[in-house]
Structure formats: C-alpha cells, structure tokens
C-alpha cells in the first residue's frame, strides 16, 4: 500500500527565514510526486510534478527535489502570502490514476 | 489555463436531502475526474475516480448507492449524495486531468471544494 509521510505538520517561520519540508513515500513503483498548495476553504493549487530522482524544479520561492524515498519543498526567504497548507502526493505505475495525498504541513509566515 | 469549476461552494440541507453537486473543466477536456472527501486537517481521501462515458470506480469502503456519480461529457461530472445524513458532513472535492496523449501521468486540477452540512 501506498504511503505518504508530510513533516513536519506545521511550521512558523518569520518572512526571509528559509526552510525546507519533508515528503517520504513508500510505492511500488513510483509514476510521479506532486506538490500542491492549499489555502483554507479551497481546492488544491498545483505547484510541481517530479517524475524520478534527481530532478529538481523551481517556481519563485519555491525548489522541490526528489530522491527515491523523500521529496524537499524548500521556500526561500518566504512572504507572508506563502502561508498555506502544502500537500504531497504520489502516483503509483500499478493504481492508474490514483494519487495518495499526505495530510500536509501548514506553514505560517509572519512579519 | 487548467481551471476546475465546482459548484455549489456550500450547501446547509436537512437530513434525508439528496444534494448534488457538479464538477466542470472550463478549458480543457477531461476524460478523467476524480471525487475526493477531506476531513478538518487531514488529507484528501478518494472517493471514486470517473471515466466519460462509463461507469466511476469507487474507492473500498465508499458507499455507490449513496454517493452517485456522473461523468456524461468531457467537461462535466456530478456528485449527488443520495439521503443524506449528518455524518455525510464534510468538504467535497473535485478533480479533473486532461485528455492529452500521455495524459496518465498528468497533474490532476483541482475545483474549490463543496462544504456540505446536513442538519
């Protein structure tokens, strides 16, 4: 079965502090990792697919990484409009088109 | 581009309502859509995954008499909770991936989500 670990749960950090947030996964074979954000009350936003190790992709403060066991979201020099909860998620090559989501980690930026 | 159009946002019925909600890609087509149930600060959890024109798959433990879903063209799918209760309380989620050739791994695109409480 498909697992996905998010840590840590929350995170505080003042605007500038950059950081990093952690996604280990379990597949069986491994089809993508996918980053989303997600503001209170909405749907995810899509931010990144990573298809296998080493790739990296970077979009403004954010750069997500992947190995064969965890993907990094690093935010650099975050903005208070950052905050949200960031989701993980993995697609399987033997469940199609399923995706298994993380429970997230919620950040806040404060000034 | 990518937007998932989901509507209601919310909905207050009495218990023993059937609500339905619905589910729209408004630029591009998506032969894939997926439901998806989220619990305060907890993950989304699939619910069922929906083809055009065939029948959705459901998830194991997810109830397809009670949870109805059409998928009747490449830009709508519904969901209509049939009878239902307080404990069917809880934010519905949309999702649509689009149709393009090597579309599998594709990102899936996401509406803004359906409060839904039953009094």
Known sequence: ?111 | GAVVSQHPSWVICKSGTSVKIECRSLDFQATTMFWYRQFPKQSLMLMATSNEGSKATYEQGVEKDKFLINHASLTLSTLTVTSAHPEDSSFYICSARGSRTGSFNQPQHFGDGTRLSIL
């Open chain 1, 1 to 111: 079965e498909d697992q996905v670990t998010q840590s840590p749960e929350a995170l505080r950090l003042q605007e500038g502090e950059s950081s990093s947030l952690n996604c280990s996964y379990t597949v069986s074979g491994l089809r993508g990792l996918f980053w989303y954000r997600q503001d209170p009350g909405k749907g995810p936003e899509f931010l990144f697919t990573l298809y296998s190790a080493g790739e990296e992709k970077e979009k403004e403060r954010l750069k997500a990484t992947l190995t064969k066991k965890e993907s990094f979201l690093h935010i650099t020099a975050p903005k208070p409009e950052d905050s949200a909860t960031y989701l993980c998620a993995v697609q399987d090559t033997g469940t199609a088109s399923k995706l298994t989501f993380g429970t997230g980690t919620r950040l806040q930026v404060t000034l």
